[in-house]
């Protein structure tokens, strides 16, 4: 993973010596994450209480920034940086008092990425993208309880580390080099279990617990390519 990031580095800073061309793009994303074990969490919480699962990891949003060079006319090379969250919370109340367990998980992920790019006239093309970067995860868990005047919350944080893989179909349009794309991938994702600043691991049922962010994304992409030789 180290040499991932490492690389990526590196080829933000070397490969503009040897392109036509730089892109430099924002995408906004939607996606689903599978999450099944931080679901488990959730049941293995509200089962021997009142709590009620209320939200159980949803989809939602994701922001994405890609710097890449074209190496030929049909190709480019890139860095990119990418973040996205979810969430899942319990909560129960009554007129004694009120509990909640909020788990709150997020992820930036930078790496590498990959386009093909088939020209279908002036104005579109269909790409096809692969990309593959360390994934960051954290999870914040937030516990609050109230009964009558008494109040007491507390609040976990773990993180993960781990490896993720994207490939990606996009139609895009091009007018005076700037690009809007609509495109949909999976990705699949591979971590190490949560664990705390201790090195404690979180445990559900005698199994540690990973994220899991793999799932369906769809997303939009707005770029300006800058050229880099004369044509």
């Given amino acids: 993973m180290k040499s991932l990031l490492a690389l990526s580095l590196y080829l933000a800073f070397l490969l503009p010596a040897f392109g036509q061309s730089i892109t430099l ?50 190709s480019n090379l ?14 129960y109340q009554d007129y004694s008092g009120k509990l909640s367990s909020d788990l709150l998980v997020s992820r930036n992920a930078l790496g590498l990425r990959y386009e093909e790019i088939l020209r279908l006239n002036e104005a579109f093309s269909l790409v096809g993208g692969l990309q593959f970067s360390a994934l960051f995860s954290r999870l914040v868990i ?19 580390l781990g490896f993720g893989a994207e490939p990606e179909v996009a139609l895009q ?14 990705q699949l994702s591979f971590s190490k279990p949560f664990q705390n600043t201790q090195n404690l691991f ?3 049922n005698d199994d540690t617990v990973e994220p899991e962010w793999s799932g369906f994304r ?3 992409t707005l770029g300006y390519e800058i050229p880099l030789k004369s044509e």
Avoid at 43 to 65: M, R
Avoid at 78 to 91: E, I, K, L
Wanted: hydrophobic residues 35%; glycine residues 8%.
């Fill in 173 to 186: 349009f091009t007018k005076y080099r700037v690009l809007c794309r609509v495109g949909m991938g999976y």
């Fill in 78 to 91: 890139g860095v990119f940086w990418d973040y996205t969250s979810t969430g899942g919370r319990m909560a």
């Fill in 218 to 220: 769809v997303g939009f």
């Fill in 142 to 160: 937030q516990d609050y309880l109230e009964v009558f005047d008494e109040r007491q919350s507390q609040v976990s944080h773990m993180r993960a």
């Fill in 25 to 74: 793009s924002v995408k906004q994303t939607y996606g689903s994450f599978l999450m099944s074990e931080l679901e488990e969490i959730q049941n293995h919480i509200a089962e021997p209480s009142l709590a009620k699962v209320t939200e159980s990891f949803p989809n939602y949003y994701g922001s994405q920034i890609t710097l890449a060079v074209g190496l030929r006319s049909n």
């Fill in 202 to 204: 979180l445990v559900v």
